[in-house]
Every structure is written in C-alpha cells, then in structure tokens.
C-alpha cells in the first residue's frame, strides 16, 4: 500500500552546515519509504515545484537549495540488505555515514575507504563526489555497485554496471542533477585494521618525497601549515594488529582539545588580529606531536570536525601536484594574505565515474580552508587561478567559481552526463541555480 509522505508548508530558512547557503523552500517532505518517495516527486511535478533532497548541509555550495520542495531523507535510513556471498550492502539513501559505519562494524564488515568526516548521508556523501584518500582505493561513490533512482517521472530506476549502465556510469556522482537516490549498494570487505603513523615532516622534504610516499603507503596524505615551513603527514596502511588505539587521555588531547578546542580559539584569535596569524600558524604547527596507533578503519580514516569553515578543494593530475602547491605556496609568501588554517593534500587513482574529478586520471587533491567568518575571497580566488592552471576540476560540493563552459572542457565525459540528464529531466524538475551554472540549460 503506497502511503503520502509527511509534508510540512514551509518558508522557513534552511541553512547549510557553514552557513554559505540559505534557501526557502515552500514545503518540505520527508518520505518513508521509495514508495512515499516517488509520489513527492510526482506531486512535486504536477504542481509545477522543483525538487532538491538534502542531506546534513555539508556542502559548502547551493547544489540542494530549491525554492521548490525540500526532501529530507531523515525516514529513509538503515541498511536494507547484507550479501556475504557478493560482499556488498545495500542501505537507504538518507543514512549518515557514521550510523552505516557502526552497522557495518557489527557485522563485522567495512568500506574500504572514506573522508575524513562521516556526518553526511551515504547519498549526499557520494553524490558530491567525497573522497579519502588512497593509492588504489576511490572515493566511496567508486565502491557503489548498483543504486536505486527515483526519476522526474517518478519512476524507480535500478542502476547497475548492467541495468542502465549509462546512467550507472553517471548517477553515482549525480549532482542531484539526475533525480533522487533511494538506496545505494556498496561493495564491502571483511573488517581489517588500518595502522596509522602520524608525523611532522618539512615542507621541502614532503614535496621532494611526495611520489615515493604515495608509491609506498596505502593512504597518504598530508598538511602544509601556510606561513611556516612545516607539515604533518599521515601514513594508513593494514596492519595483522593487534588493536592498539590512541590512549584515551592522548587521543583526547590530539583529536580534541589540540584539533578543536584550541584550534578553535587560535582561529578566533587570527580572525580578531589578522597580523597574528604568522606568528600563530608557527606555534600550531610544532602543537601536533608524531603518534602512532591501530583500529579499525572508520576509527582510523576519520576524525571530528567542530570548528566551522568555508572550504575550496580542486582535484590535478597527481604528477602536477607539487608544482601546484608550490605555487601556492608562493603565491601565499608573497602576498599580504593571511591563512590560519592547514593546506590538505590527498590522492585517489583514475575512476570511471563520468563527472568524479578523478575521471580518467590519477589524482591529487589541495584543499583551502577559511575559518568561518573570516575573508576568504581573496585567497580562494587566487588558489582557484592557480589550481585552473593546472587543469583543476573544482569538488562538486565546495566553494568555486567555475562554469558549464570550463568544465565541459575538464570532463571528456561531460556531454555523456548532460545526454543523461535530458533523458531523465528534460525540465529541470531537479534543477536549480547551481547546476544551471555548472551544467548549463
């Protein structure tokens, strides 16, 4: 029996996560079930509505604003089925990934990689294109094996490598732009242990070394504490164990009282005295001291993020990595800027997702960060030139300022994804400004 989804009249303000972006929809919705699901999005066309689902608001851009009818997939969580024999799991859209984490743990099972924060939904996370960081392993939409799609039409559309390749090809990093993802299958493995050595390391030697240590570590990735000549580096790679996680009063103080408690504070102070911000990226970067621990992987890969910020992140080809963040680099030197937060750099093989930023080409990602509140047009508009130069491709849910026309030309496959959208929503009953920008009429 199809029931109606839970509709609320709504012009109340919704905002993001970082406070980027507001929107009044004119009503929300929260379906229960792909059933309720389809029928919000008919309704929705019938009225003439446009439809955007949002997840926690962790995008930095407008990709789920709509002035239309706002999802939110609250109801459709939880992991619908376990294949052992396929080793995949197949969960709601509107599951958080921490909660998919716990679940999976249980059962003893695991993604293979992931980001660094697991507050997102499994179909927000993937369709903005969230990644970790790996030498073989994607971003976890490349660990999707089938999803479930509800289309403009309301139709319930299965995707796979096999069914609706195409769309398959394009939906696991879909923007929203294609309809919206009821469920997702992941593959998954039995439960390992990830050993993790974390270390300061020199600017130079970081950059000297880079390839080597991408060659010779699972998951390696780094930071560049702008104004000083120091980073810190982190090394995950299996381990046979045994369990040996940070001691509760170190790790308190590593991942909370240094990471956010008193980078909030240090950053309130940059944001108050701007010309304090050298002297105080200095004292940061000597706070983290080397550590070395072993878990289990979501314990390992990611890590709490309490202080907010704005961010921007472009993917470049890995051999162009260094040359880019050396730029950077200068081009911070050099300039009257001041950037209280770390430079983060990670990595990710060549996938073939249509619209990833690793379509088609081993890649390096640089991330930027600005403390909320603080001026960041400036140096995001100068990172951004830079990264542009070096064929960058922008995330999909972080702060830029590119449009259809460039990114036609970073993405061979882009005119494959837009045939996909004038397929599935020739009106654009999923659009919005956003996508009108970087995907065009």
């Known amino acids: 029996m199809v029931t109606t989804a839970s509709r609320t009249r709504s012009r109340a303000t919704w905002r993001n996560w970082a406070g980027t972006v507001a929107a009044r929809p004119e009503r929300e919705a929260r379906p229960a079930s792909v059933e309720e699901l389809a029928d919000t999005v008919r309704t929705a066309a019938a009225e003439g509505l446009r439809v955007k689902t949002v997840g926690t608001g962790h995008s930095f851009t407008a990709i789920a604003a709509t002035d239309g009818v706002l999802i939110r997939p609250d109801l459709l969580t939880g992991i619908r089925r376990i294949d052992r024999q396929a080793m995949t799991v197949t969960v709601e859209s509107g599951t958080p990934l921490k909660r998919l984490n716990a679940a999976l743990a249980r059962e003893g099972l695991s993604l293979t990689n992931m980001g660094d924060i697991m507050e997102q939904t499994v179909a927000g996370a993937t369709s903005t294109g969230t990644h970790g960081t790996g030498r073989e392993s994607g971003s976890i939409a490349a660990q999707i094996t089938a999803l479930e799609l509800v289309t403009a039409a309301g139709e319930v559309l299965d995707c796979s490598a096999e069914e609706n390749p195409e769309v398959f090809a394009a939906a696991r990093i879909g923007l929203g732009a294609l309809g919206v993802v009821s469920a997702i299958t992941f593959a998954v493995e039995p439960m390992f242990l990830l ?240 996508l009108r920008r970087v995907l065009g009429d």
């Open 195 to 434: 050993h993790a050595r974390e270390e300061p390391m020199p600017f130079d030697r970081v950059a000297e070394e880079f390839d080597a240590l991408h060659a010779e570590n699972e998951h390696f990735e780094f930071y560049w504490f702008p104004h000083t000549s120091r980073c810190t580096t982190k090394r995950n790679n299996r381990s046979q164990g045994p369990v040996d996680p940070p001691g509760r009063i170190s790790g308190w103080i590593e991942d909370e009282l240094l990471s956010n408690g008193l980078f909030q504070v240090v950053s309130t102070a940059g944001r108050a005295v701007p010309a304090a911000v050298p002297a105080i990226a200095r004292i940061s970067s000597r706070a983290l001291s080397a550590r070395t621990y072993t878990d289990i992987p979501y314990k390992v890969f990611t890590s709490p993020r309490r202080v907010r910020f704005v961010e921007m992140e472009y993917a470049v080809p890995r051999a162009s990595a260094m040359a880019a963040l050396r730029e950077l680099r200068a081009m911070v030197d050099r300039s009257p800027l001041r950037v209280s937060f770390p430079v983060e750099v990670r990595t990710a093989p060549a996938d073939d997702i249509t619209l990833s930023t690793a379509s088609g080409r081993d890649t390096a990602y640089i991330a930027v960060h600005m403390y909320k509140g603080t001026p960041y047009r400036g140096y995001f508009t100068e990172v951004e030139r830079i990264m542009t130069a070096y064929e960058g491709r922008p995330h999909w849910g972080k702060l830029h300022t590119r449009d259809a026309a460039y990114l036609a030309g970073a993405y061979p496959r882009f005119a494959e994804f837009t045939a996909v959208r004038d397929r599935l929503d020739p009106d654009r009953l999923f659009g919005n400004d956003y």
